[in-house]
């Protein structure tokens, strides 16, 4: 039997990550009266190798690139 935790853990950030692309430059922020920023999200994805990160990915993003 595996443990799919570690690919569930991948699924999401990556679902976090596919989110944030598709948002990026659509929501501004007021900080302070005259003062806007846009949102943005910067993740990275530090794993082992053969941890299944493009897998994750590419199934992640693919609707992206439709």
Not at 23 to 38: I, K, L, Y
């Amino acid at each position: 039997m595996t443990d799919a935790r570690p690919t569930a853990r991948r699924r999401e950030t990556t679902r976090l990550a596919a989110l944030s692309t598709a948002a990026g430059g659509r929501v501004n922020v007021q900080v302070r009266p005259g003062w806007t920023e846009q949102t943005n999200l910067y993740l990275v994805c530090a794993m082992p190798p053969a941890s299944r990160k493009s897998d994750v990915f590419a199934a992640m993003t693919a609707p992206i690139y439709r």
